[in-house]
């Protein structure tokens, strides 16, 4: 539905920045944004909130974003969640129908110790977001507060992506220890939230809301990933890690290794291509980082000390890590 794009847009027009331009960058028009029944492409809106975030340097945009905006502009999902009964009951149906209003996050709901809110990327490449990710998350912390009228605090949270200095400002919003660079992307709440009451639950608007959303979902089909950009997301999830064993990437898309290698060979790709390039990208992305110590950035990639890293970047570009940071500045 392109909602966070289209703050983003309102905020950067505000401020003064360019916004036509950053749009035509990112391969959008003015009258898409206009257009609120419009859906844009996933890719389109994460290049353009990297642009609108470089242009208000605002590296938390997508979290800032989350943190005002009237959560009714969600529309049909926001609306079958708060009728719902109960709050465990919402998080159930945001999970579901969630495909609704952004095609490229997946969420699936876990409850055990602690009810667990799991989100998997479908279409996009996980390394390339983190505004949206954040703006998921926020708006569900908010989503839950208002629905319960309680002040209520994830008990853990944990990002893919990394972060420095601006972790603090995330920490003290979700009440929790947030975690970056972990090997999923997660949200969880206590098993007691599940029972609270939503203030101003309407038992016969949601059945009849349910029946709108389960239309809309069946509309909307299902959204299958390149099965090489599903491995490569898996790989991201694992690298900083150690673990992004074939073995181990495997278990986690649910496949055998033989399958694993048959359904890469059907797009003309091999394991070992896949993690080539993807650490070839992650360590541009990295070295563009001044934050990032060379150390750092081999860990995140995988490798176990600096001259292993520094060996194999060398056989991919021709130069240093050192080198080509001093290069690109």
Request: aromatic content about 6%.
């Amino acid at each position: 539905m392109g909602v966070m794009t289209r703050l983003a847009c309102h905020r950067a027009k505000h401020e003064g920045v360019d916004v036509a331009q950053l749009l035509r960058k990112a391969g959008l028009t003015a009258e898409q944004i206009d257009d609120h029944s419009a859906r844009l492409d996933v890719k389109r809106q994460i290049k353009f909130l990297d642009l609108v975030a470089a242009g208000l340097n605002d590296d938390l945009l997508g979290f800032h974003l989350a943190q005002k905006y009237d959560l009714r502009m969600i529309g049909l999902l926001y609306y079958v969640q708060a009728s719902s009964e109960s709050v465990g009951e919402a998080l159930r149906r945001g999970a579901r129908y969630s495909s609704i209003v952004n095609e490229g996050i997946a969420m699936r709901l876990r409850t055990g110790r602690d009810i667990a809110i799991h989100f998997d990327y479908l279409g996009v490449s996980r390394r390339s977001d983190k505004h949206q990710i954040e703006f998921a998350m926020t708006t569900i912390i908010r989503m839950c507060r208002q629905l319960s009228n309680r002040h209520l605090s994830a008990t853990r949270v944990s990002f893919n992506h990394r972060r420095n200095e601006e972790a603090e400002e995330l920490k003290n919003f979700f009440g929790s220890n947030v975690t970056f660079g972990a090997s999923e992307d997660q949200l969880c709440f206590s098993t007691s939230v599940k029972e609270l009451s939503v203030v101003h639950a309407d038992s016969y608007l949601n059945e009849l809301l349910i029946g709108y959303c389960e239309q809309a979902l069946a509309a909307r089909g299902i959204k299958q990933s390149p099965f090489g950009l599903s491995v490569e997301n898996a790989i991201t999830l694992l690298l900083p890690h150690g673990k992004a064993e074939v073995g181990e990437v495997a278990r986690k898309l649910g496949v055998s290794r033989r399958t694993l290698a048959r359904r890469l060979s059907s797009e003309g790709l091999t394991y070992a291509a896949v993690i080539k390039n993807l650490k070839q990208d992650l360590a541009k992305r990295h070295l563009a980082d001044d934050s990032l110590s060379i150390s750092e950035i081999a860990w995140l990639l995988g490798y176990q000390d600096v001259s292993a890293f520094t060996h194999a970047f060398k056989r991919w570009t021709g130069s240093s890590p050192r080198m080509a940071r001093h290069a690109s500045r």
